[in-house]
């Protein structure tokens, strides 16, 4: 899979919001549908998660054929509505073994995931990107996609600024003289203004004050 | 510092926040506070925004950053000033404190590729992993990790 998803079929149909309900909706069925189908996960996923899947593993393959072509079926009728056609052609050449129709899915889930980011509903997106099995996860662009849509982590620091207070009625009452620059300020006075943040760094990293300024860009 | 109900701590740090930008050509009154985006070394100000999508950087702050030449995801950001094309980057950015703890973290912020807005923390990615409160009498602004 290449960063060519970006702009795939997905992202050529206008976005509204009944478009991401209904991606969202697809998202929430692919995993439905794959939990109740293969029992174990996704087919193809040789390595155990955990301990009901390990007994799932048990499952031979030609149980799983039935649920693998099942799947496929499912999601060409789910996506027969609203994907262009020369997608949902391609969605209707026979699904041969459930390792590709695992791909397929996991290509699908992506998108959705990715649309999804893209419309800002963020949180949809992780469910959809959830729907991604463990066995999967080791895939560039699943890891990029979950690592930006990861949700913060906190820490407490001991790390301490001052008070601003100065600082900031300096802002006030000056902006207007540096219009478009980049100004450090401490204590209520200015250290030095420049043009860019570049320069005003140089400026600013060998001062060797008690307390660091505060860098601001009056725009 | 703020407690909840049962006596827990709901912040852990407050800093004071400037409540307006005498350059806002808009003339509305915002909420700026102060953070430390990691490797700059240097307290900057940003927009609270919890209407926003994601929080932005500017460029420059990014490039001091070090933060160009990581990987992130492309994407197009709407905004107020239009449609903006940039990355999502995961880094860490510490809420400073001037009175309690300073809070950090790891978060998911849009670097435009070009940008004359303001910085931005906004909701996804980045606040709602903070629980906070604004004193607007006092021009505090209380923060502490969420659970």
């Known amino acids: 899979m290449t960063n060519q998803l970006n702009n795939n079929v997905f992202d050529q149909l206008a976005v509204s919001r009944d478009y991401s309900r209904q991606k969202a909706v697809l998202a929430a069925r692919i995993a439905h549908t794959l939990e109740q189908s293969f029992g174990l996960g996704w087919p193809g996923q040789h390595q155990a998660e955990n301990g009901e899947r390990t007994k799932n593993m048990t499952l031979t393959l030609a149980s799983i054929r039935p649920a693998a072509e099942s799947a496929g079926s499912f999601i060409e009728s789910q996506c027969k509505g609203w994907l262009p056609a020369n997608k949902h052609r391609a969605g209707q050449k026979q699904i041969s073994s459930a390792p590709v129709v695992a791909a397929e899915i996991m290509e699908i889930t992506y998108r959705v995931a990715l649309s999804l980011m893209e419309n800002e509903q963020v949180t949809l997106a992780r469910k959809a990107l959830a729907a991604v099995p463990v066995g999967r996860l080791s895939d560039p662009i699943i890891i990029r996609l979950r690592n930006m849509l990861a949700v913060p982590v906190t820490k407490s620091s001991q790390k301490r600024d001052i008070d601003r207070t100065l600082d900031y009625q300096w802002i006030r009452d000056n902006a207007q003289d540096y219009r478009g620059q980049w100004v450090a300020v401490n204590n209520g006075q200015l250290l030095a203004a420049a043009a860019s943040l570049r320069e005003l760094l140089e400026h600013v990293k060998p001062l060797h004050l008690e307390h660091r300024p505060l860098l601001h860009q009056i725009s | ?147």
Not at chain 2, 15 to 35: H, Q, S, Y
Not at chain 2, 44 to 53: E, H, K, P, R, V
Not at chain 2, 98 to 103: C, P, T, V
């Open chain 2, 1 to 147: 510092m703020l407690k909840t109900s049962d006596g827990a701590d709901f912040a852990t740090g407050r800093a004071r926040f400037l409540d307006e930008d005498a350059n806002a050509l808009e003339g509305t009154a915002k909420v700026f506070v102060k953070i430390e985006p990691s490797n700059l070394g240097f307290a900057i100000l940003a927009q609270l925004d919890t209407g926003s999508a994601w929080s932005i950087l500017k460029p420059e702050i990014a490039e001091a950053m070090q933060l160009m030449n990581e990987a992130g995801e492309p994407k197009r950001l709407s905004t107020r000033f239009g449609s903006i094309d940039g990355q999502l980057k995961r880094t860490n950015i510490t809420i400073l404190a001037d009175d309690g703890n300073s809070l950090e973290l790891e978060a998911t912020v849009f670097i435009p590729t070009e940008w004359t807005g303001e910085n931005f923390l906004g909701y996804g990615g980045l606040l709602e992993r903070v629980r906070f409160a604004v004193d607007p009498q006092e021009n505090l602004f209380y923060f502490g990790p969420s659970a």
